[in-house]
T-cell receptor
Framework: GESVGLHLPTLSVQEGDNSIINCAYSNSASDYFIWYKQESGKGPQFIIDIRSNMDKRQGQRVTVLLNKTVKHLSLQIAATQPGDSAVYFCAENIGSSNTGKLIFGQGTTLQVKP | DAGVTQSPTHLIKTRGQHVTLRCSPISGHKSVSWYQQVLGQGPQFIFQYYEKEERGRGNFPDRFSARQFPNYSSELNVNALLLGDSALYLC???????????FGPGTRLLVL
């Protein structure tokens, strides 16, 4: 079925530590995945994306890992900062770019302790 | 560059009324999608429009409708509002040929 889920609802980390947020997806035909950050009262903000022909992609302080064998996606945030506190969603694109839709998981709340 | 803009930011309606929400995509983006986000959950896909044509529809009743204008802006209409329609309504836009969607700040709708 169409579902993208996250393993943990809340993650609490110490400032400066690394954070790892996990996501499981069920549609093995999906070929594009996105991580979004959503702060309170705001819309989702694009963080990083990855295609299914890649295993890893790095951005500024963030890395996304994709394991297609077990249909698992993770977001790693290096040196977590208080400004990283937010809800993080993984999303799976169903269909082509002009006809597709994003399927979101429930979200993981990241709390950064000073 | 301006991001996706939505209006109004907040709206209060009563059951049975109808509502129109508006969205302006990022300049150069031709695809607009609408999502509903209930408190505590991830966004759920409602519609996608590309070049003024509906290209995708989620599992929402016919009370929900949308359209896209020649300038690529879009409206989402909801008729016969129910209490359960209370949510954050998000608009996202994307470039032609790219799956990445960029979201606006949303319109928070409260149905009393």
């Amino acid at each position: 079925g169409e579902s993208v889920g996250l393993h943990l609802p809340t993650l609490s980390v110490q400032e400066g530590d690394n954070s790892i947020i996990n996501c499981a997806y069920s549609n093995s035909a999906s070929d594009y995945f996105i991580w979004y950050k959503q702060e309170s009262g705001k819309g989702p903000q694009f963080i990083i994306d990855i295609r299914s022909n890649m295993d890893k992609r790095q951005g500024q302080r963030v890395t996304v890992l994709l394991n297609k064998t077990v249909k698992h996606l993770s977001l790693q945030i290096a040196a977590t900062q208080p400004g990283d506190s937010a809800v993080y969603f993984c999303a799976e694109n169903i269909g082509s770019s002009n006809t597709g839709k994003l399927i979101f998981g429930q979200g993981t709340t990241l709390q950064v302790k000073p | 560059d301006a991001g996706v803009t939505q209006s109004p930011t907040h709206l209060i309606k009563t059951r049975g009324q109808h509502v129109t929400l508006r969205c302006s995509p990022i300049s150069g983006h031709k695809s607009v999608s609408w999502y509903q986000q209930v408190l505590g959950q991830g966004p759920q896909f409602i519609f996608q429009y590309y070049e003024k044509e509906e290209r995708g529809r989620g599992n929402f009743p016919d009370r929900f409708s949308a359209r896209q204008f020649p300038n690529y802006s879009s409206e989402l209409n909801v008729n016969a509002l129910l209490l359960g329609d209370s949510a954050l309504y998000l608009c996202a836009s994307g470039r032609e040929g790219q799956e990445t969607q960029y979201f606006g700040p949303g319109t928070r709708l409260l149905v009393l």
